[in-house]
T-cell receptor, first 116, second 117 residues
Framework: QQQVKQSPQSLIVQKGGIPIINCAYE??????FPWYQQFPGKGPALLIA?????SEKKEGRFTISFNKSAKQFSLHIMDSQPGDSATYFC???????????????FGRGTQLTVWP | GAVVSQHPSWVICKSGTSVKIECRSL??????MFWYRQFPKQSLMLMAT?????????EQGVEKDKFLINHASLTLSTLTVTSAHPEDSSFYIC?????????????FGDGTRLSIL
């Protein structure tokens, strides 16, 4: 059962563009909404995260928009740079007290390419 | 920042051998660590969750006798792939949760690329 749907699968933008990556989820019990950035051959690194009590969070060039009623959240990258080329994953956190506590549910990933 | 070290970063071995991968939290204590598997151009798949001092909880479809997990201290968890075969070749990634709260951040290691010949 796929609890998280991430789109698009791949995205190509020019330097300075604003790529937007979307994540839709089913389970309203998700409690924490992070985005991870992964470079080839490396593990994912936490980029930015939001809690469900706010609708937007900005850190530097990265912004999360959160729509609780629509069960969606998105990542916006302002003034994108070639160094932002990576794979991005949304991975909402479910606190499941019945079994595995604090588990991340990864989306399928978005491969972003920023052309110079 | 919180650092998770994974060792080795790359291992090649013959079919039938066992391989141990270490995951260490360098500057924080991690009661809970997670092991993931990632195939090329795919997402991370959770294999198991390990809690210090207790047995690991495996995800459905993951063979516990094949993938042995030990979390003997607050800074070290190990994954042993027993009697590895070519189909076990993959990128294995661990993460460690900082603190004891369920919603604390998870910090990821840089992964171990396992190739079974």
């Amino acid at each position: 059962q796929q609890q998280v749907k991430q789109s698009p699968q791949s995205l190509i933008v020019q330097k300075g563009g604003i790529p937007i990556i979307n994540c839709a989820y089913e389970n309203t019990a998700f409690d924490y909404f992070p985005w991870y950035q992964q470079f080839p051959g490396k593990g994912p690194a936490l980029l930015i995260a939001i809690r469900p009590d706010v609708s937007e969070k900005k850190e530097g060039r990265f912004t999360i928009s959160f729509n609780k009623s629509a069960k969606q959240f998105s990542l916006h990258i302002m003034d994108s740079q070639p160094g932002d080329s990576a794979t991005y994953f949304c991975a909402p956190l479910l606190i499941d007290r019945g079994s595995t506590l604090g588990r991340l549910y990864f989306g399928r990933g978005t491969q972003l390419t920023v052309w110079p | 920042g919180a650092v998770v070290s994974q060792h080795p970063s790359w291992v090649i071995c013959k079919s039938g051998t066992s391989v141990k991968i270490e995951c260490r939290s360098l500057d924080f204590q991690a009661t809970t660590m997670f092991w993931y598997r990632q195939f090329p151009k795919q997402s991370l798949m959770l294999m198991a969750t390990s809690n210090e001092g207790s047995k690991a909880t495996y995800e459905q479809g993951v063979e516990k006798d094949k993938f042995l997990i030990n979390h003997a201290s607050l800074t070290l968890s190990t994954l042993t792939v027993t009697s590895a075969h070519p189909e076990d070749s993959s990128f294995y990634i661990c993460s460690a949760r900082e603190g004891t709260g369920d919603n604390q951040p998870q910090h990821f290691g840089d992964g171990t690329r396992l190739s079974i010949l």
